[in-house]
């Protein structure tokens, strides 16, 4: 049988794999409706922020109580102020959630800019990012968390690409400004998610391998 | 005669306020840069970067082994746990003045633009907030925390007034395109810390009050 403390360790995990799930339907349907032209469902990302706000206060109390009831040690310690850590990204990614449905709410009023491929390209690996990191998470996996944190530069490389083809519309056509402004906004946002994944990556190595990997991602 | 703990935890202190000196010195440094066009302090800002990302390693190493040696309480722990979230917040928020250093050394290489009164109040709300906030921390002052979180919202408008100023001169003029940009990338670095900053003070009210007043900070 397990023990209490053991028992209540398991609903940490819980709530922090609910939170990171919300998350990423979050950042799935800003993408949606960003794509989708879609304003009713941007409106639906941004009410239900709330909800992850207050999965992330109910991280803190639990892990907090954990802390000061159980006097946890090693991989236990590691966990708990490990889910602190990833309750901090997660609350930020879907923070950028909600800042790309804005954008997709103002997009949707103007008629459609050209398709960008490295905007798409940027949004398939900003969420293979995420799913990976949560997935690592959920299982302990180190090298998967290695991998996101490989995927970064062609976060970065995207989303410079996105700017250089918007600064171009934007020279050549003054109509598209506004527009062409949401977009580099919006491609900001990603290469954010990116960065905030890699921290939860790098979070996933220190709670399995009491290994503290941040600012040296490659080793 | 103070414990051991006790010295430790003053230890811990002095180096989250060490982080928070050098993370202010990197703001304002890379501030001057970009009104000074000085090329050569951007690169510095930049450069120095690595110095306040150890910091954090040494946060995090020694809250960790406080939390697994001396089973703090109350606010003890509060303040343990506190100093590891402060971290995660500075970093990041030197990360923004790496990134308003890159932006500096891209417009010293290009004709000024007009002079913009919403981007540099923004600039000085953003360090006002900094100031503030880390002098919170050191005193334990609640009321100067939340006073951070009432500012934040001239961020936030001064942020929007500078993205709708260098719209207007894109549509008028192209050959701005591009440092207009620059200039929003800028107002959004600062926003960011503006934000990051809510997130210390916030953290200062959970440390000595022990309430959590994340996504309430009117409250």
Redesign the interface.
Known sequence: MKSHFHQQLEALRMIVLQMAAKTERAMERALKALNERDEVLAQEVIDGD?EI??L??EI??L??KL??LE?P??RD??FI?GS??MS?DLERIADQAVNIAQRAKFLCQRPPLEPLPALQRLADTAMDMLRVAVASFMNGNVNQARDVCQMDDDADEMNSRV?RT??EY???E?RT??RA?QT??VA?CLERVADQTTNIAENVIFIVDGV?I??HCET
Do not use: Y
């Open positions: 709330q706000n207050e992330e206060l803190d109390r892990s907090l802390l000061a006097q040690m090693a310690l590691r102020v602190i850590r901090i700017l918007m600064i934007m020279i050549e003054s400004v506004e402004v580099i906004i900001r503290n941040k600012h």
